[in-house]
Every structure is written in C-alpha cells, then in structure tokens.
C-alpha cells in the first residue's frame, strides 16, 4: 500500500470482522480513501469476498473508532478531519494522560519500559518514524484500569490518520514531535519524575495540535 504503510492481509476465521476493518482503516489512514469519499458496502463485499452482515459490522467498529459516518440514505462516509475536530480530539488527550501518568510512574519497571520500546518499534515499521500518539497509547495500556486503554484505542486511529498526512507532507513537523518525545518525555519517565512526566504530556500533546493544524491547513 501506499507511503511505506504496511499491507495487512486478510485472514479469513474469527475475526474477519476486524481484519475487514483493518483493510479499510488502513486505506483511509495512507489517504486512499480521504475525507467525505463514500466507503461503498457492495465494492467491499466484492473485493474481499465477504458478506454485507460482516461489511456492516465492520463499518460500526470504524464509526466506533471516528473513522467513518454513517448516514442514512448515504451510507458509510469517510470522516471529515475539520481543525475543530482536531482541536477537540488533541485537547483530550492530556486529560486522559495525566491520572495515568501520575498513578502508573510510581510502579515504573524494566516491564513498562519494553512496552514503550516495542510500541516505538512498531510504528517505525508502520510509518518509518515514531508515531506519539503510539507511544501515549502504551502508557495507557499500562493503567491496571482497562477503560483507559479502550479509550485511547478507539483514538488512535484518527490520529494515524493526521500522523501519515504528517508523514507524507510535514516531516519538519515530525522531526518536532520526535524532539520532544525522545528528548524530554521519555527521558522524563525514565527518571521517575512524575511532574515533570505529566508536564511533557501536555507539551507533546500542544505540539500535536500545532502541527496537527498546520498540516491540514495546508492539505485540506
């Protein structure tokens, strides 16, 4: 597929609802399918040999993930990426960060720190580069509360979606946030200092926005 994004393959079996979402989430996240283009169910069902039920069911775990809308009469359209809906989504970032960065620090181990390693592993072989918004989703993961990790889950894909425009058009910008993830964040958690931790959160998040913005400014 398209910008050094990898190609998932569909596997047939348990789960063909969510290898199916895979597919599409993957097209709308490398820009293939762009916002307002209409994800038409009888193509999907053709190209991939699957049923309308599990198309229509993928279509809900794509909606439930902010990927897609769907519409009555118009069917499944791919969401629109407004700098309003960035605004929003950005800005809820830090106040999902902040109780778990300041109740998972205390208990940081050698364990917590291979998760964020691996979490920068895998975005660099999605998109060459490390992704933030990987590595906040790992923290996230760690909380012993669930809902917090579900939570950051169903962002995520929305914010690959900005990243791979990032990626694609703004590497300047992404040289920034890579600054400040490997310079300050990370070197904050590894210290222990919680504050200090909490602080650069809020800063990545900020500077998400910022280049966030400018990026769909100059793309639309």
Not at 79 to 86: A, E, G, H, I, Q
Not at 170 to 198: F, H, M, Q, R, Y
Request: hydrophobic fraction near 40%; glycine fraction near 8%.
């Amino acid at each position: 597929m398209a910008d050094g994004l990898n190609y998932i393959p569909l596997k047939p079996g348990p789960g063909l609802v969510e290898h199916i979402a895979l597919q599409l989430e993957h097209q709308i996240v490398s820009g293939l399918l762009r916002s307002g283009d209409r994800v038409q169910e009888t193509r999907v069902v053709g190209q991939l040999g699957v049923s309308r039920g599990s198309v229509r069911e993928s279509f809900r775990v794509l909606e439930r993930r902010r990927l897609i809308d769907v519409i009555p009469r118009r069917g499944a359209i791919v969401t629109s990426l407004s700098p309003s809906r960035v605004k929003d989504l950005t800005s809820a970032l830090p106040i999902l960060l902040t109780p778990v960065v300041t109740e998972v620090m205390p208990g940081w181990s050698e364990k917590h720190a291979k998760s964020l390693e691996q979490a920068m592993r895998e975005s660099e072989r999605k998109f060459g580069c490390i992704n933030p918004a990987s590595v906040l989703g790992a923290i996230c993961r760690l909380h012993s509360n669930t809902v917090y990790g579900e939570l950051i889950d169903d962002l995520i894909p929305t914010f690959d979606r900005i990243f791979s425009k990032l990626v694609r058009l703004n590497l300047s910008g992404v040289s920034v946030l890579d600054d400040i993830l490997k310079t300050k964040l990370i070197p904050a958690i590894e210290s222990g200092k919680v504050d200090e931790s909490v602080h650069q959160v809020s800063e990545l998040c900020r500077s998400l926005e910022r280049k966030y913005l400018e990026t769909l400014k100059r793309t639309g």
